[in-house]
Nanobody
Framework: QVRVVESGGGLVQAGGSLRLSCAASGTIFSKNVMGWYRQAPGKQRELVATITGGGTTNYVDSVKGRFTISRDNAKNTVWLQMNSLKPEDTAVYYC?????????WGQGTQVTVSS
């Protein structure tokens, strides 16, 4: 069983920064794909960024240049550094791990950006 736990959300003013963390256990961490997704009230969940075990990254256009996804396979952890935050970044952020038949989500962490 794969367990995914996020942390690091909170309230920040526009222009500020937050760093989200995600720890995954019960999987071959170095071979999976980790991703951050977000869901704002009344909207569908959307992909924010993904990173492969080898470090290849992918971002949604709206966060390019502001967010950075990274991982440490030795620590089984992936991070999302969010800079220059905007009110439209307000959402619940979820971590996801995919490896073979494994498709596990965390419980989510709230990020609120005030204007």
């Amino acid at each position: 069983q794969v367990r995914v736990v996020e942390s690091g959300g909170g309230l920040v003013q526009a222009g500020g920064s937050l760093r989200l963390s995600c720890a995954a256990s019960g999987t071959i961490f170095s071979k999976n794909v980790m991703g951050w997704y977000r869901q704002a009230p009344g909207k569908q969940r959307e992909l924010v960024a993904t990173i492969t075990g080898g470090g290849t990254t992918n971002y949604v256009d709206s966060v390019k240049g502001r967010f950075t996804i990274s991982r440490d396979n030795a620590k089984n952890t992936v991070w999302l550094q969010m800079n220059s935050l905007k009110p439209e970044d307000t959402a619940v952020y979820y971590c996801r791990v995919v490896y073979g038949s494994i498709n596990s989500w965390g419980q989510g962490t709230q990020v609120t950006v005030s204007s």
